[in-house]
């Protein structure tokens, strides 16, 4: 410390400021100089955030009263600093640039209230979109993955992140990169889907362009927790590691590898009776010595008092503490319980030394210091009130800020603040309403998104519902069909804040599917019954349903889910499912309309799939989404109009039977259809499925190279032409089958897709170049390893519609393989016209 000291005193007298101010330096050795001059307390206050609600009025932020935790008095605990705000946007209505405002001042007061002015970092929820009233709700997770496009999810993430920074708030949870392992887990919908290399590249995708708009990403849940026993919320993760290491940990590598990301959050969970908040192997051993992460360890929340709560592994808080902290968390979120007094007493028992302590506090400093937070020039202001005179009023509840005469403007000039009561006055009546968090261009993206992840499961050619074929009446029928939220899933901020304020409005327009279809029918008379509740058991509105469907020319039937949390909902966090049937009596509901023999047309604004009974084989179409977003009845609309042509993919699979769980298409040959179980876990509709309204032809395989040692690479290529009237979409999945392996394998697993938007008669040729290292797996001795041996390259349609298969052989020794072999095979796509 010594050194550090003296350091320090040479860099403040040559520079006139402290050497961790220095924005010029590099950042750890700014974290390591700082560390050095901190009290004990005033390390561990880095090392926790403070649960805060933004003042509806621009004021300082308040403790947030929750029932798992008694909020603890700001005044008492900025002396010795703040590591983070938690959710100040994200945990009660408030407009945004007043809560911009509100966030600015309380980070003054932050500053001002320890020795050494530094501020706390704010984090946000940003699931499907930045978590605050009046900003956008995109399409959830399942969405993402349904159109099979990372680019258009970066090009989301990148605009999330921005209106995040708009703000003032520097780090987002999210992405969730938990792969599904048993659909009826409430979560679902948080996640990408079933399968590790899609979840990888979208979610990585994400993370990149959360990240280039200066937002620090967080990846959830590391690791294991879609995986809890029968779909439970929190319940004990029984898997192999073998499996943990094949399924469940590969879109984490990916992303820490590929994505710059520089958080990441423990899971809830337990694995073979290790919880991963105290699971060193998984948290330092192979997060940060294997992979090179370097960023910060956060919890999920409450997830460090857990240990000794729910997992018992701890017998008080301040052995929680030292358990998680010596495992590599870092930040205890959402506010202190377990890093504070706890942790202090700890130390001074002797169960964690202070070097541990050092560790994470170091790790905290140097994000603060790549963030700006500890530049000599740092200034609260943020972006969105850069072009107001908020930055110089000083309201009510702020006589305790730093400098509060002579404050920065907008135009960077030094000015006096008006008095107190005109200043507060003036700022609120003048700000409110002027921070747009849902833009044109916001809103246009979201429909772009909603669109392409918008699935044709079945059509016996109803559809589109264009020119001719548009129905004079038109019978909307079902739960969904006139409810505005019908899109959003659990952690969109109307249903997860709003719905605890019913009298404030949603802050972003929902049009309900009604609404939608009229606007895209103008022509037809579209009538609505609701039929039944989502969950409810009466069946009173059947006859009535069945009545108005008899004299329409075409039923739409509205069916899904409805989020919300722990038990509030049929899906969504703590929501899980007994079965994968249709929630409360909406399959009862959907056969009495099959019953009535009007074309029927069935739509699912849903979180998870679900069994369809008999409409899987016997409805005119099966159009599904997953919670679209704000923009998502009218995407709906449009593709059932034609004027969108549909171009989503399965994420998941449709299971045919709803009991026949878990199951995903990402099973050994007895984890399918055996002769051995009268239980047959077949999709309805597999994994990548999803059909378009014009048709195309693949021919032409070609394999320039059928042999590679296991060092080496394939190379194989098809031609997809479009043969229909129409342009459409098709994905060409790549699935690598392994016949015969050391150890039981997947029957088959996706390596790679592409999108291909043709024209009528346009005609595309896909070259794949596929390395060995896609062929790798955890062998018997726990090291990846490459076999030789026979291989499939299957260039598919769905994990179900294999088109052309390409035979190709591994030769050679065994190879073993580590995080630094390649995770991509390389797509080259031609293009040309065919009369």
Known sequence: MTGHVSVQTEHTETTGVPLWRDAARDPGERADALLAEMTLEEKTAQLFGVWVGASAEGAEVAPHQHDMEEPAPLEDLLPHGLGQLTRPFGTTPVDPALGALSLLRTQRRIAAANRFGIPALAHEECLAGFAAWGATAYPVPLSWGATFNPGLIQEMAAAIGRDLRAVGVHQGLAPVLDVVRDARWGRVEETIGEDPYLVGTIGTAYVRGLESAGVVATLKHFAGYSASRAGRNLAPVGMGARERADVILPPFEMAVREGGVRSVMHAYTDTDGIPSAADERLLTGLLRDAWGFEGTVVADY?????????????????????????????????????????????????????????????????????????????????????????????????????????????????????????????????????????????????????????????????????????????????????????????????????????????????????????????????????????????????????????????????????????????????????????????????????????????????????????????????????????????ALASVLSGRVAPSGRLPVSVPRLPDAQPSTYLAPRLGHSTEVSNVDPSPAFGFGHGLTYTTFHWSDLVIAREEADTGGEFEAACTVRNTGTRRGTEVVQLYLHDPVASVVQPVQRLVGYVRLDLAPGEAAQVHATVPADLASFTGRDGHRIVEPGDLELRFSASSTDPRLTARVRLTGPVRTVDHRRRLHADFRVTRRQVR
């Open 302 to 634: 409450f997830g460090i008092a857990f240990l000794q709560t729910l997992h018992g592994i701890a017998g008080s808080l301040g052995e929680a503490a030292a358990a998680a902290l010596t495992a590599g968390v870092d930040v205890e979120l959402p506010t202190v319980k377990a890093f504070g007094a706890p942790l202090r007493a700890a130390l001074a028992e002797g169960l964690i030394p202070e070097a541990v302590v050092d560790r994470a506090v170091r790790r905290v400093l140097r994000q603060k210091a790549q963030l700006g937070l500890l530049d000599a020039d740092w200034d609260p202001t943020p972006p969105a009130l850069a072009a107001t005179d908020a930055a110089a009023a000083d309201g009510h509840g702020t006589a305790d800020l730093r400098d509060t005469g002579a404050l920065r403007t907008a135009a960077g000039r030094r000015t006096t603040a008006e008095p107190p009561d005109t200043a507060a006055l003036r700022t609120t009546a003048d700000l409110r309403g002027t921070v747009d968090l849902d833009t044109a261009d916001n809103r246009a993206l979201a429909r772009r998104i909603a669109e392409q992840a918008v699935i044709l499961l079945r059509n016996d050619g109803t559809l589109p519902l264009a020119d001719d074929r548009t129905p004079a009446r038109i019978a909307l029928i079902g739960p969904n069909a006139a409810t505005p939220t019908a899109v959003l899933g659990c952690y969109a901020f109307p249903v997860h804040v709003g719905s605890q304020h019913p009298h404030v409005p949603a802050g972003i327009e929902l049009p309900t599917l009604h609404e939608a279809l009229a606007v895209e029918f103008p022509e037809s008379e579209v009538v609505t019954a609701t039929g039944c509740d989502i969950e409810g058991a009466g069946t009173d509105g059947f006859a009535a349903a069945a009545e108005l469907a008899r004299g329409a020319d075409l039923v739409i039937a509205a069916l899904g889910d409805r989020a919300g949390l722990f038990g509030r909902g049929s899906s969504g966090e703590g929501c899980d499912a007994g079965s994968l049937a249709l929630p409360g009596v909406q399959q009862q509901l959907l056969d009495t309309l099959l019953d009535t023999g009007t074309p029927l047309v069935v739509t699912l604004l849903a979180g998870r799939p679900y069994a369809l009974g008999r409409a899987a084989s016997e409805a005119a179409a099966v159009v599904q989404t997953f919670f679209p977003g704000e923009e998502g009845t009218t």
